[in-house]
């Protein structure tokens, strides 16, 4: 069932994170492989913020291992895994509010400095992928709206040109016709070459997208599965869907 | 009328000192949090490399400076280094205590190194340059003139350099950030070491003009934090204009009210803004 080696993007195995004495993540392992859109539905408090925070350095695991593409990397710092090809639109965001739509992208190509003609070609591919922030370059992105910022957040994460891209709730608090919108823009993204990996509660519309998904109940992986298997299964239907 | 511009380019040149001070200060709060009481300490020590460069090593003034500024830097650095990086993570009471701890330990140095006594430093430039009626020695023209270029400096560095991209975006967001790739412990480092590096010139500037003593970090400090507080806390352009603002209200109130005035203005105010516009008077933004 489960693919190792050189078609791997992302595997983690027995992953652990505690919060003071409260087990965050107690034990998960999933894998992204080369190409994939990989969905992670659960409810609020489930851990799939803490997961995407563990994978992204952002917080330390106790147990378990995290590779990329067969290399560990469980204790790499956040700054040394962008480099690496893992980029992280983080739930609330964490634009810089005061900076320009473009300094924010200009800054998401951090890890890109030395090569400048990278960083023009990836804006205007970013620009294209959201025309409406492009009409915005030049206002801070705190003044824009929810849905544009939800755009940046993801473009700023693109300029970073990542083999792996982590999603966290893109569509949180936005309007159905822009969520529709970001989802068909993560597609975009999916079919240039970059593997996805999605935390949603959204579970209809991440669905329709994913190639796989993994559903998290309290710090663990309760259930896998291709796209069919999940839309097919009755516990994701009834606590997902809401059919 | 020649009282008040006399008063007005002496404020101007305190004023210089404030602002450097308060830059670093402002800087240090707005990227890393960490309300920096140690800071005083950088102004003193860089005083204190003045006053042994001037009268025990020997050298030009500019080189007093020079070396002023490269081991306040690396002293800043250290600070962040030994002291708050253990921090990360904590409330900022800890950094707070942390910082206090260290300003009483940097003037306890100073002062088993120095003794209490307050030290003249020697004048490098003591001629008078009169204009319009107005007497301005030249160490105050040059404390004006050197904060400006300072000042520009620090703006350069800020707007235009990569270095200063990676402070603003950490003072913005720093876990924003870390998800962009920078290394915000890097960032720390620089943010330290070029607040020091305000600080001794600030101290370098002023050394020649007052006593040097252990504890005179200590006084500004408090001012310092009334100006960041009055500019906003984090804010660059806040901490210049409330550098200025705070030296020539401090000026014109020992002149035209009483001399002990001068001293209260600062703390008045303080309570004053705190109590009708916490935030500050200007508009955060590094």
Redesign the interface.
Known sequence: MRTWGPTTMLEIRGLRVRFGSFDALSGVSLDVRHGEIVVLLGANGAGKSTLFRAI???HPAVGGAIRLEGEDITSW???RL??AGI??A?EGK??????SVT?NL??????Q?KAPDVVRQTMDEVFELFPALRDKEHDAAGTLSGGQQQMLAIG??L??RPRLLLLDEPSLGLAPLVVEEVFESILRINQGGTSVLLAEQNAHAALKVAHRGYVMEEGRVVLEGDQDDLMGNEEVRRAYIGV | MTLFAQQFVNGIALGSVYALVALGLTLVYGVLKVPNFAHGALYMAGAYVVYVMLTAVGGSYALAIAVAVVVIAVMGAAMEFVVFRRLEGKSSVHAMIAALGVLFFLEGTADVIWGPDFRPVPTPLDGVVTAFGINITEQRILVIVAAIVAMAGLYFLLKRTLVGMSIEAMAQDREGALLVGIDTRRVALITFAISGALAAIAGALIAPLVLVFPTMGAVIILKAFVIVILGGMGSVPGAILGGYLLALAETMAGTYVAFAFSELIAFALLVLVLVFRPTGLFQKGV
């Open positions: 992204s350095g952002l710092t956040a700054h962008v480099a980029a992280h983080p964490h634009l810089f509010p005061e900076a300094k200009r800054l998401g190509a951090y890890v400095r700023r994460a300029m970073a």
